[in-house]
């Protein structure tokens, strides 16, 4: 079977959450945050709880307030009112505890983007008690052609990469990723995915914000979507896409079918159609039952159904019923 932790060879299993203070309970916990910035009001109340070994993806349109949330949890920014823990601290006054146990993707070179890609990450490494070995890193972000080029000489999407081998490289137990794969083409997102993937597989927690619903649906135990600083949804990708979402039953057949026993049979309220020639459509809550009548119609009357789908919402969906379809500024 595919091993898909986070493990260089020499590194021994489950060492990144290992007897920590702090290190069962939440990995985040945030509670009646707020933050203002003169009299706007960039986080308002917000309420969220990252569990120990998940991934949470914030999604939120732009200037939601996701960064700001992030930027609280990470201790460069204060919160003017609520709480908030991480693995079990106050990210302000236990900052210095915190940065050995906790991962940051910063944009930017920092202070040496003269420096070779290898050479940074090694400088990193050198700060952590137990780092991950460079080279496995370098090998699974695809780095390892260009590690002898010089930072500002990659292009975006290997210093993206490098940040986030930066960010990963002292095993952390809790990773935040601002939008880790915003520009990179569609190879080195994957690339982002499986590592990502890996992290939570070696037990280390996630809390990343995008923009992209395939991305959240793909990675994310949990997905809150905020607006307005707030948290407007909660729960599982699967949770948020199936509530009230299963109103239609779809499927193909020949052309001009007499819907009128099927009509009979269905409960009262629902409505079939032939929506377009050979496409039929039955419209109303989908259930075992109903799904069991259709399939039972087509039997008696010796029809083959094709392509019979209930439908669901797309996580896209839900987030622009729930944000709205305007552009936000
Ligand atoms: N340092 C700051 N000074 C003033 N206003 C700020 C500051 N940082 C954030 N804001 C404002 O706070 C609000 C929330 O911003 P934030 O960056 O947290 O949103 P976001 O959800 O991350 O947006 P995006 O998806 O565009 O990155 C915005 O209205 C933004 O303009």
Redesign the pocket.
């Known amino acids: 079977m595919n091993d898909r932790r986070l493990r260089d060879p020499g590194s021994a299993p489950g060492e990144a959450a290992a007897d920590r203070p702090g290190s069962t309970g939440p990995a985040v916990e945030i509670s009646g945050l707020v933050k203002r ?2 009299d ?1 009001t ?1 986080v308002d109340r917000l309420d969220l709880t990252l569990r120990r070994g998940e991934i949470l993806a914030l999604l ?10 992030v930027e609280i949890c990470e201790g460069f920014t204060t919160p003017d009112a609520g709480t908030v823990r991480v693995l079990g601290l106050d990210p302000v006054a236990d900052n210095d505890a915190l940065r050995r146990r906790i991962g940051v993707m910063l944009q930017g070179g920092g202070a040496y983007p003269g420096a070779r890609a290898e050479e940074m990450l090694r400088l990193v490494a050198a700060y952590a008690a137990d780092p991950i070995d460079p080279d496995f890193l370098l090998e699974a972000l695809g780095l390892t052609e260009v590690r002898r080029t010089s930072y500002r000489r990659l292009s975006g999407g290997q210093q993206q990469r490098l940040a986030l081998a930066c960010a990963v490289v002292n095993r952390p137990e809790l990773v935040f990723l601002d939008e880790p794969t915003a520009g990179l083409d569609a190879h080195a997102r994957l690339v982002v995915w499986e590592l990502i993937d890996r992290l939570r597989a070696d037990g280390a927690s996630v809390l990343l ?1 995008t ?1 992209l619903m395939d991305e959240a649906e793909e990675l994310a135990d949990h997905v809150a979507i ?1 607006d307005h600083g707030r948290v407007v949804a909660d729960g599982t990708p699967a949770d948020l896409t199936s509530t009230g979402a299963e109103n239609e039953l779809r499927f193909t057949a020949p052309r001009g079918l007499d819907l009128s026993m099927l009509v009979l049979a269905l409960p009262e309220d629902y409505h079939c159609t032939e929506a377009t020639p050979g496409s039929y459509l039955v419209i109303g809550p989908m259930t075992p039952q109903v799904l069991a009548t259709v399939t039972a119609w087509c039997a008696k009357i010796n029809v083959l159904a094709t392509d019979l789908r209930v439908e669901t919402r797309s996580l896209e969906d839900v987030f622009l019923d729930l944000t709205g379809r305007a552009l936000r500024p």
Do not use: D, L, M
């Open positions: 910035f003169g706007r960039a939120g349109p732009n200037g939601a307030g996701k960064t700001t949330t914000t923009h905020i």
